[in-house]
T-cell receptor, first 110, second 112 residues
Framework: DVKVTQSSRYLVKRTGEKVFLECVQDMDHENMFWYRQDPGLGLRLIYF???????EKGDIPEGYSVSREKKERFSLILESASTNQTSMYLC?????????FGDGTRLSIL | GENVEQHPSTLSVQEGDSAVIKCTYS??????FPWYKQELGKRPQLIIDIRSNVGEKKDQRIAVTLNKTAKHFSLHITETQPEDSAVYFCAASKGSASKIIFGSGTRLSIRP
């Protein structure tokens, strides 16, 4: 069974802080994704990566960056956190089929 | 750009009745259409998927239909049960390794 692990379930940070969200998968999948989930807006793609050191912008990349130094790890970075980045963040990975999600990180920016 | 529209946003049905959720997609090159169920406080999980070479797929009480010409696909749940209450997301992609575009979700409630 695919396991996607996000480092924190809940996180509280302050405006202007640099925030790191970590995601690790154990299936040797090449493709990894970061989504943001807000009520009524569904799942919006922030960034995705097809391979180590590769990244592509999704639909809402502004204010975010990512890092993929190792195949199993995909990090989302909020360079200078703002209150409008308060949200649920979901990491996902896919092999040849559907996406497998982590449990999510509920991030609050105060 | 690529877009997936999902309706309705909320749906309430009597236990035992059927529920139907509909989606349309904009990119005619899309060929893979998964459906996810997200229970409260949990991760989205795949419940069924369909590829463009198939018009219908069924798995027990769940079925999905696809009309490529109209760019529509639908989820049908029969004999609904309380555990079917959740948010359901449709999605579309151009291949299993491509990025997936999600609909905005349908909150399904099953009335006892």
């Amino acid at each position: 069974d695919v396991k996607v692990t996000q480092s924190s379930r809940y996180l509280v940070k302050r405006t202007g802080e640099k925030v790191f969200l970590e995601c690790v998968q154990d299936m040797d999948h090449e493709n990894m994704f970061w989504y943001r989930q807000d009520p009524g807006l569904g799942l919006r793609l922030i960034y995705f990566s097809y391979d180590v050191k590769m990244k592509e912008k999704g639909d809402i990349p502004e204010g975010y960056s990512v890092s993929r130094e190792k195949k199993e790890r995909f990090s989302l970075i909020l360079e200078s956190a703002s209150t409008n980045q308060t949200s649920m963040y979901l990491c996902a990975t896919t092999g040849t089929g559907a996406q497998h999600f982590g449990d999510g990180t509920r991030l609050s920016i105060l | 750009g690529e877009n997936v529209e999902q309706h309705p946003s909320t749906l309430s049905v009597q236990e035992g009745d059927s529920a139907v959720i509909k989606c349309t997609y904009s990119d005619s090159a899309s060929n893979y259409f998964p459906w996810y169920k997200q229970e409260l406080g949990k991760r989205p999980q795949l419940i069924i998927d369909i590829r463009s070479n198939v018009g219908e797929k069924k798995d027990q009480r769940i079925a999905v239909t696809l009309n490529k010409t109209a760019k529509h696909f639908s989820l049908h749940i029969t004999e609904t049960q309380p555990e079917d209450s959740a948010v359901y997301f449709c999605a579309a992609s151009k291949g299993s390794a491509s990025k997936i575009i999600f609909g905005s979700g349908t909150r399904l409630s099953i009335r006892p």
